[in-house]
């Protein structure tokens, strides 16, 4: 029988709370903070800065108004083939990255609503499938021009290259550099650039693989996301492999500095974070807790990712699906048949959603292996097992869920 620890949770020290207190008495603000008034956006005088709608709550709005918004509830956050909506998609874990950081963000006297708006947007280009949906859709577009495919990038495209939203620099920035994979110690923003480097860097991600693990973010707001991605989902997906019967409880787990439950912590890694970080020009943790953190991804990867079911799944099924509707797909493209669902379902849509942006060229200005990318990356789980389906009717893969009843 395993032993059930006792949950510990840390609170900020006393004296930082005072130091806290005392600096939003006099008004002391942050000078590290982000200034709605300095956004900066390709079209300036489209979305100026107003008492009303101020810049980054702009940009809030365009991103959940943006068609994909909705479809973050019914993408893979990590556990695909079960159906449980007690199991998280993801649109559940931008709301919990989005509230983790502005947590955070509030306490170090950031710009809540440029964090918010970073956080909401930051996976609004992911694939189906989680992550591995989005190795096979990068193979695909490998094989065809050799350039990579990842989801921190194509979020970007799809609020600024195919939805043509006007989103801030700082926004976007956010989200292209928030890939929560790569876990530092410290994250300390680079200097402010425009948007000639910030086009740069995000086209270098596109041809070069090691590219992203060098993204570095223009602002603080957008360091602490890129640290509440990570946090976000280091304790979540241990309570979703429980509810999946992956794992049985946190007791297999190890490494307890800041605790194994995803209360503790959340809980724990904030007031870590705060107490390293207030005042400074960059977002720390101390060295027990970064060694802590790296071991918990460790003890996820192996305890829960590295399931050999789930991966043969992935691998067996998803992928040479993948493949298949991509062939497909650049197949009815590149035949002009405007009745195939590439068309119907895809081409005009976009069309649908950018003309009043003036925008409504999307087809004309695309590479067409890109415009296929954009399509399966756009779709859902469910979506994509439908179009399948009906594509391949006859086809020997299917993907076979979990039930209600089996779990």
């Not at 189906?128 to 979020?155: D, I």
């Not at 110690?185 to 086209?203: A, C, L, N, T, V």
Request: charged share 30%.
């Amino acid at each position: 029988m395993i032993k059930m620890e006792q949950k510990k949770y840390y609170d900020l020290s006393e004296e930082l709370q005072e130091r806290i207190r005392k600096d939003r008495k006099e008004g002391v603000q942050n000078p590290y903070r982000t200034k709605d008034e300095d956004a900066i956006r390709r079209k300036q005088d489209w979305d100026r800065n107003k008492l009303l709608r101020p810049a980054y709550v702009r940009d809030c709005e365009k991103i959940m108004h943006a068609p994909y918004y909705n479809r973050y509830a019914d993408k893979t956050q990590v556990f695909s083939f079960y159906k449980n909506d007690d199991i998280t998609r993801r649109a559940l874990h931008v709301q919990l990255v989005s509230r983790i950081s502005r947590n955070i963000g509030s306490l170090l006297g950031l710009n809540v609503d440029l964090i918010e708006a970073i956080a909401l947007g930051h996976d609004i280009g992911h694939t189906p499938f989680g992550h591995a949906g989005e190795r096979y859709l990068s193979e695909c577009l490998q094989e065809k021009t050799g350039r990579f495919f990842n989801h921190n990038v194509h979020s970007v495209r799809v609020l600024d290259g195919i939805l043509n939203r006007n989103i801030s620099l700082q926004t976007l920035d956010g989200i292209l550099c928030h890939n929560g994979e790569f876990a530092m110690q410290e994250y300390r923003p680079s200097k402010m650039g425009d948007f000639q480097s910030f086009d740069k860097k995000y086209e270098e991600c596109y041809v070069d693989e090691e590219a992203i693990g060098r993204l570095v973010p223009y602002t603080l707001e957008a360091c602490v996301v890129r640290i509440c991605d990570m946090i976000a989902y280091l304790g979540k997906d241990r309570q979703d492999a429980k509810r999946a019967n992956l794992i049985k409880n946190d007791g297999i787990f190890d490494e307890q500095t800041f605790g194994k439950s995803n209360p503790e912590i959340i809980n724990n890694l904030i007031v870590n974070i705060v107490e390293n970080s207030y005042g400074k020009d960059c977002i720390l943790m101390d060295d027990e807790y970064y060694k802590a953190i790296k071991a918990t991804k460790k003890e996820n990867y192996k305890k829960i990712y590295f399931n050999e079911a789930l991966d043969q799944t992935y691998e067996n099924c998803v992928r040479p699906m993948v493949h298949q509707m991509y062939d497909k797909l650049l197949f009815d493209l590149q035949s002009g048949d405007r009745n195939s669902i590439i068309y119907k379902h895809h081409l005009d849509f976009v069309k649908e959603n950018t003309s009043y942006y003036g925008n409504d060229d999307y087809l004309e200005r695309t590479e067409e292996n890109q415009i296929v990318v954009d399509f399966i990356a756009s779709m859902t789980d469910d979506y994509f097992v439908d179009l399948y389906e009906y594509l391949f009717p006859k086809s020997r893969y299917q993907i076979k869920y979990v039930s209600y009843f089996e779990n």
